[in-house]
């Protein structure tokens, strides 16, 4: 039983609400310091909504507009198969290699979640597909911008209930799962990507990731990354074990872990991730969804210290700066080892960063299981569908990652 003491009480519910991995739960700290997350700041997220909900569908792609993921079919490079699930019938594109995503979170009390397990189907964390019909997938906004207010309410239960009791829609986030979509998707390879909480126990999904996929026996498919939190005194000794299993991926997480990029002392873990030749992987910009409290840490700015006083490590940044594409592009564009993933991003504003980089630093990932595999994948095709374009389509969905993962074309 859980002590009802005010003092227990409210270490309990910190802990707990550190366990979510999306950072919609509610959160506070001190104030920023000066500089660190400012008024412009907030009217330029302000400013990103606003523009979207004004040009959405009015770019030369039109209204993109489907019923759910299953919706998809209507596009020419997917369908249906007998069971009604989306596959794409491409045979043209190669083995895609997608850096972003992950598995059912099984954290703090440890509730039950079988990730060697197969179910009837996949329940997204954002699931376009949980009516017959499907909500309403609109291409041409940020991707967590098709979803209601419940939506995002009943996401809020979920993070939290699968570090406590746990819930059924976690349970369908699995090794079997993610390959079966991974198949239907032509999708070759997947990094899943672990998150450090820094909870006082039950956190370690490193470990937990890189031991299921040994059982399963499908690290053909899939690699754990590793992640350790930056604010752990004994982060860089942590981060040497951890990268001794063999992982290739350091992920980061600034929104969640309550860190700046840009921190002093978090600089000698990114020089021992240089040093270890690891991939850093960051959330990167703001997604619109944090409390207020956690937005200061994902400006695109606070990761500019990490690119040039580390040249040589390779860093992603996921979701392409999310709400913040336009200033993580131009960041990027100023670095070399900087790269860009791209899932979450709008049609058009995917679209603009291809035509801006020739289709260089970018690539392929998807965030499952928040959302399904096709979505991501649907508006690379969108983008490349003009002839001259594929090589750009293949640069995207592989060629990309074997410059950072050449092992994989072993």
Known sequence: MISTKPNTRRRFLKVASAAAITTTLPGCSDPPPPGRYTQADRDQLAEQRRVEAATRGKSRFGEQRYRGYRGLAELPWFDLDESGDLICIDESLPGIIDVHAHLGMSVLFKPELDLQAATPRVRHLLDCNATSSGCELDLDVYINGNFSEQALKELKRTTLTQALWGNPVVRTHTIPNLLAEMDAMRVAHSFVLPIKLGLLFGDNL???WHAAIATAGAGDRLSAGISVHPEDAQHVEKLREQAATGARMLKLHPTVQQFYPDDPTVMPLYEEAQSLGLVVIFHGGR????????LRYAMPRHYAAVLENFPKLQVIMG???????????????????????IHGQSVSNLDAIIRRTGGEKLLFGTDWPWYHLGATLAKVMLCTREPGRDAIRHAILRNNALGLFPELNS
């Not at 997604?287 to 956690?294: K, M, T, V």
């Not at 913040?324 to 960041?331: I, N, T, V, Y």
């Not at 100023?334 to 790269?339: G, K, Q, S, T």
């Open 206 to 208: 490193s470990e937990q």
């Open 319 to 341: 979701h392409a700066g999310a709400r913040d594409s336009a200033a993580m592009l131009d960041l990027a564009m100023r670095h070399d080892n900087a790269w860009l993933g």
């Open 287 to 294: 997604a619109g969804i944090e409390p207020e409290s956690r």
